[in-house]
């Protein structure tokens, strides 16, 4: 049976995380939280996570709460991952990666960390539905040059990363398709858009789950793709089923979500 230890347990995504993998039967055998979570001590069950006993650990003591895990969900912050990943990675478990945010350097040393030495899955969005909208945007390279391909994101107002990690990887695939050589994140005065730019914008707003917009707009018309989340449990359905995918995974490589929905 497949075993799971969770990262940031009682956060938002941890708890979806847990409770969609629980109505599935597979138990988190492990799990953390950050040194200063009231969480750390207490169990699933008493913090009305799950029916299950088991108890949330301080994060530096990750090796004990991956000792019966076959994998490691991390959906947490840059930092944190950069010190449990590595630990995660040593103790040869498999690991699911969701964490939005890194640095060019940080995204490196992720990878770095991973790469080559168990199989794992890195992907700045776990929905299905939005891997088949990254899937969609290689129908559009018909659109002639004089065609604008523009993004615009809104996540809650706790969101701390922008552009999100989706709108990013969203971008950069439009990109490399329209030779696009620069990212604006946002405009002000007089700053018409040239030919070489992405467009890029951001919103935070109240408790949002996430809306991802692709527009394509030419002279006389406009081709519009939206993405809507309701709630985060869309991402854990996704985690929990890259998990499942990632057990039976024998080479030690990074996967992406494509690979898992069988897009490659």
Same mark, same amino acid.
Request: net charge neutral; hydrophobic share 40%; proline share 5%.
């Given at each position: 049976?497949?075993? #799971?230890?969770?990262?940031?347990?009682?956060?938002?995504?941890?708890?979806?995380?847990?409770?969609?993998?629980?109505?599935?039967?597979?138990?988190?055998?492990?799990?953390?939280?950050?040194?200063?979570?009231?969480?750390?001590?207490?169990?699933?069950?008493?913090?009305?996570?799950?029916?299950? +006993?088991?108890?949330?650990?301080?994060?530096?003591?990750?090796?004990?709460? =991956?000792?019966?895990?076959?994998?490691?969900?991390?959906?947490?912050?840059?930092?944190?991952?950069?010190?449990?990943?590595?630990?995660?990675?040593?103790?040869?478990?498999?690991?699911?990666?969701?964490?939005?945010?890194?640095?060019?350097?940080?995204?490196?040393?992720?990878? +770095?960390?991973?790469?080559?030495?168990?199989?794992?899955?890195?992907?700045?969005?776990?929905?299905?539905?939005?891997?088949?909208?990254?899937? =969609?945007? +290689?129908?559009?390279?018909?659109?002639?040059?004089?065609?604008?391909?523009?993004?615009?994101?809104?996540?809650?107002?706790?969101?701390? +990363?922008?552009?999100?990690?989706?709108?990013?990887? #969203?971008?950069?695939?439009?990109?490399?398709?329209?030779?696009?050589?620069?990212?604006?994140?946002?405009?002000?005065?007089?700053?018409?858009?040239?030919?070489?730019?992405?467009?890029?914008?951001?919103?935070?707003?109240?408790?949002?789950?996430?809306?991802?917009?692709?527009?394509?707009?030419?002279?006389?018309?406009?081709?519009?793709?939206?993405?809507?989340?309701?709630?985060?449990?869309? #991402?854990?359905?996704?985690?929990?089923?890259?998990?499942?995918? #990632?057990?039976?995974?024998?080479?030690?490589?990074?996967?992406?979500?494509?690979?898992?929905?069988?897009?490659?």
């Amino acid at each position: 049976m497949l075993k #799971l230890c969770v990262a940031g347990a009682a956060g938002r995504m941890g708890v979806a995380i847990i409770q969609e993998a629980f109505s599935k039967g597979i138990p988190t055998v492990g799990a953390i939280e950050a040194p200063n979570s009231p969480a750390v001590g207490r169990t699933l069950r008493s913090l009305g996570i799950s029916e299950q +006993d088991t108890e949330v650990l301080c994060s530096d003591q990750l090796v004990s709460a =991956l000792s019966k895990a076959d994998v490691f969900i991390s959906f947490t912050s840059p930092a944190a991952d950069l010190i449990n990943i590595p630990v995660a990675v040593g103790q040869k478990k498999r690991v699911i990666l969701g964490t939005t945010g890194f640095t060019s350097e940080q995204n490196c040393a992720i990878i +770095d960390a991973m790469n080559g030495k168990v199989p794992a899955v890195f992907s700045p969005n776990y929905s299905v539905g939005v891997n088949i909208f990254f899937k =969609l945007v +290689d129908t559009l390279k018909g659109f002639p040059q004089n065609y604008d391909f523009s993004i615009n994101e809104i996540h809650h107002t706790g969101k701390k +990363d922008a552009p999100s990690g989706t709108a990013k990887e #969203l971008g950069e695939i439009v990109s490399n398709m329209r030779s696009y050589t620069k990212t604006v994140t946002g405009r002000n005065g007089m700053r018409p858009r040239q030919p070489d730019e992405m467009e890029i914008t951001s919103l935070r707003a109240g408790g949002v789950s996430g809306i991802h917009t692709l527009t394509v707009a030419g002279p006389h018309e406009m081709l519009r793709i939206e993405h809507t989340a309701f709630t985060r449990s869309g #991402l854990a359905q996704g985690a929990v089923h890259a998990a499942e995918w #990632l057990s039976k995974q024998e080479v030690p490589k990074i996967y992406s979500m494509a690979d898992v929905l069988g897009l490659t």
